[in-house]
Nanobody
């Protein structure tokens, strides 16, 4: 059974950093693309970053570029999202997601492309 579990969320002041981890069980995480999404209250779920399964290519939403970094630890079956220079508008519930099907890089930000999701973890950026 495929299961994704996020960890590392919490509260931080503006300008601070958080590291989110997504750990998989039930399959080899390294064989598939993995993405992070977020959803703020009253807003649609949006793609944050994605790491591919082959060369480890990475893709970022415009708001994340330069501040967020996605990486993979295949030995730990984990994908990490390092978030720096956090802003109040980064407040949301963050989800990791993956698919065992093919993923077009141009569609990485579409939630409909992913079939497996974690339960989500809240991130609050506030002074």
């Amino acid at each position: 059974q495929v299961q994704l579990v996020e960890s590392g969320g919490g509260s931080v002041q503006p300008g601070g950093s958080l590291t989110l981890s997504c750990t998989a069980s039930g399959f080899r995480f390294g064989d598939y693309a993995v993405a992070w999404f977020r959803q703020a209250p009253g807003k649609e779920r949006e793609g944050v970053a994605c790491i591919s399964n082959d060369r480890g290519s990475t893709y970022y939403a415009r708001f994340a570029g330069g501040r967020f970094t996605i990486s993979r630890d295949k030995a730990k079956n984990t994908v990490v999202l390092q978030m720096d220079a956090l802003k109040s508008e980064d407040t949301a519930t963050y989800y990791c997601a993956t698919t065992t099907g093919g993923l077009w890089s141009a569609s990485w930000y579409r939630a409909s492309e992913y079939e497996y999701w974690g339960q989500g973890i809240p991130v609050t950026v506030s002074s």
